[in-house]
């Protein structure tokens, strides 16, 4: 009698455990990844960081040089989430205020807008080959090609 009470506690023991750890495995696979916008550029380029406000700079055509350089932006439209990240995180405008002031400035000054690009591949081509291109990416996507490296992070946040 003694060893079917060890059984019937030790099967109750055993399945509270069992519940426990299905519940603990739901909450872990609930919980959102994170992902990082980051500041790419290519493995050649000399700088081992770029600030936000210089980023802003470049990217609202104001001329940056760095070693001689002169700081060229490529934007990235080829995911629409990670570019009005950016254009919040880094110009603080909308697609549709950043769009208008670029054009603002092409008038008033003769600057030129940054070259957009909707192809991943041409945006990770041109910034391989171009000297001194600046552009943004997923962390997850910067893994993916060779001769790219961070110049620092715009924004980290849930992958969803």
């Known amino acids: ?20 750890l299905s519940l603990l495995s739901i909450v872990c696979a609930a919980q959102p990844t994170s992902r990082s916008l980051l500041i790419v550029a290519s493995d050649e380029i000399h700088l081992d960081s770029i600030g936000h406000a210089e980023l802003r700079k470049i990217f609202l055509g104001v001329p940056v040089t760095k070693d001689e350089v002169r ?3 490529l934007l990235n439209e ?6 009005s990240i950016f254009l919040q995180q880094v110009i603080f405008m909308s697609e549709r205020e950043y769009k208008r002031r670029l054009i ?21 081509e041109q910034l391989r080959e171009s000297q001194g291109s600046v552009s943004f990416m997923w962390s997850d996507q910067l893994e993916n090609y060779d001769g790219l490296k961070s110049l620092g992070v715009i924004w980290t946040g849930s992958a969803d």
Do not use: H, K, W
């Not at 080829?78 to 570019?83: E, F, G, L």
């Not at 603002?104 to 990770?124: N, W």
């Open 1 to 20: 009698m003694g060893r079917n009470v060890c059984t019937r506690v030790s099967s109750r023991y055993l399945t509270a455990l069992l519940i426990v």
């Open 104 to 124: 603002s400035r092409v008038f008033r000054l003769g600057d030129q807008r940054p070259q957009e690009y909707d192809d991943l591949a041409l945006l990770v």
């Open 71 to 73: 700081i060229r932006p």
């Open 78 to 83: 080829t995911d629409t989430r990670a570019t």
